[in-house]
Nanobody, 124 residues
Framework: QVQLVESGGGLVQAGASLRLACAAS????????MGWFRQAPGKEREFVAG????????LYTDSVKGRFTISRDNAKNMVYLQMNSLKPEDTAVYYC?????????????????WGQGTQVTVSS
């Protein structure tokens, strides 16, 4: 069964932290890279972070470097996005996605499976 389920979104004030989680079915998780994307109202979906199957390689978009951390627990089929120092411009629906190979990329079309998304709203 193909399944990616995000959780952990919510409404927070600027400067706060949130931790997003994505529960994946085996078929979508192993041995693939995973990524987080986001889509703000009226904007295109954009890459946020990616992590390799082994966890030793990560990618981040410039706007979140130093604030967000992607990680994964392969034993639990979970991927996480720790978001610190949140800003109003981080407000978006955040999506978890599974790549088609073990190494991550920023290219959205290379991610095969997608979750339904979780809303993150950051107030100023």
């Amino acid at each position: 069964q193909v399944q990616l389920v995000e959780s952990g979104g919510g409404l927070v004030q600027a400067g706060a932290s949130l931790r997003l989680a994505c529960a994946a079915s085996v078929i979508t998780f192993r041995p693939y890279a995973m990524g987080w994307f986001r889509q703000a109202p009226g904007k295109e979906r954009e890459f946020v972070a990616g992590i390799s199957w082994s966890g030793d390689s990560t990618l981040y978009t410039d706007s979140v470097k130093g604030r967000f951390t992607i990680s994964r627990d392969n034993a639990k089929n979970m991927v996480y996005l720790q978001m610190n120092s949140l800003k109003p411009e981080d407000t978006a629906v955040y999506y978890c996605a599974s790549h088609w190979r073990p190494s991550p990329s920023i290219v959205m079309s290379e991610y095969r499976y997608w979750g339904q998304g979780t809303q993150v709203t950051v107030s100023s």
